[in-house]
C-alpha cells in the first residue's frame, strides 16, 4: 500500500506540472531534449521537467534507471559530479533506499545528504506499456544512518515516466520524461538554482545518448530506397 500511495502522489506531481500554466524555458545541453521550469500554483518551490525520445523499450529505459543507481559505473560518474557517500539499500523488489551526498560547488554552503525512497511500477495503459518511477524524501532509517555532522537534509521529490510509443523501423520508442523539484534549504539566487536544475535534468539526455540507435534507424531507412 505504501508503494501504491508513493506512485499515486508521483502521478499527482505529474498532473500538476502538467497542467502548470506558468512555465519557462530552461538551457538544455541536448537539442533532442526539451526543457522547462514550471511554477505550480500554491507551492513556492519550482519544478524542472524534461522530455526526449528514447531509441529503447520502456523495460530498458527504466532498468537503465532503477537497477543503475547501485552500479559501478554510475557511482564513480557521480563521483566525477561532486556525487559522494552513496548508499543503496534493498527493501524489495520494486523499492530501494538511496541515500548521496552532494558538493553543489557553490563556495561557503554546506554540503546537502539526499536521503530518498525509489519505487517503480509497471502497467499496461490501453495497450502501451507504462513503467513509472518515484524518488522522494524519506525520514527512514535516522537511527541506522543518522545526518552527518555539518551537512543539510536537502528534500527531491523526482518522477519519471517512460511510455510505450510505435516503432520506428523495428526499434523500439520510448517517450521519457523526468520531473524535479528540490529544497535546498537555503536562500539561493534562482540563475543558481535553474542551473542546477538543468543539471539534474540532463540525466534524460545520458539516457538518449546511452540508448541511441540513430544509425540503424537511419541504416533502415537506406535499405527502403
Known amino acids: 500500500e505504501e508503494e501504491k500511495e508513493a506512485i499515486r502522489k508521483g502521478k499527482e506531481f505529474y498532473e500538476k506540472c502538467k497542467e502548470g500554466k506558468n512555465t519557462y524555458n530552461l538551457e538544455s ?29 520502456v523495460e530498458e529505459c527504466a532498468a537503465h534507471e532503477f537497477a543503475g543507481l547501485n552500479s559501478r559505473t554510475k557511482i564513480k560518474k557521480r563521483k566525477e559530479h561532486r556525487v559522494s557517500d552513496v548508499l ?11 541515500f548521496s551526498t552532494r558538493d553543489l560547488g557553490i563556495p561557503g554552503l554546506a554540503l546537502r ?7 517503480w511500477l509497471k502497467k499496461t495503459v490501453d495497450g502501451k506499456d507504462v513503467v513509472w518511477i518515484v524518488i522522494k524524501s524519506t525520514n527512514d ?23 510505450e ?15 524535479s ?39 533502415f531507412d537506406r535499405q527502403k530506397t
Open 29 to 57: 545541453p541536448d537539442k533532442k531534449v526539451e526543457m522547462k521550469g514550471v511554477h505550480i500554483d500554491g507551492e513556492s518551490l519550482g519544478s524542472g521537467i524534461s522530455t526526449t525520445v528514447v531509441d529503447a523499450s
Open 88 to 98: 543503496v539499500e534493498h527493501i524489495n523488489s520494486h523499492s530501494i533506499y538511496f
Open 113 to 119: 545528504e539526499f536521503r530518498t525512497k525509489v519505487t
Open 141 to 163: 532509517l535516522q537511527d541506522e544512518h543518522p545526518v552527518k555532522s555539518g551537512h543539510v537534509v536537502a528534500s527531491v521529490h523526482t518522477f519519471w515516466v517512460f511510455e
Open 165 to 179: 510509443l510505435d516503432r520506428k523501423n523495428k526499434i523500439p520508442q520510448t517517450r521519457v520524461t523526468m520531473q
Open 181 to 219: 523539484q528540490v529544497n535546498l534549504h537555503s536562500p539561493i539566487p534562482i540563475v543558481i538554482m535553474n542551473r542546477l536544475g538543468a543539471r539534474i535534468l540532463a540525466a534524460t539526455s545520458v539516457l538518449r545518448k546511452l540508448l541511441d540507435k540513430s544509425r540503424e534507424i537511419e541504416a
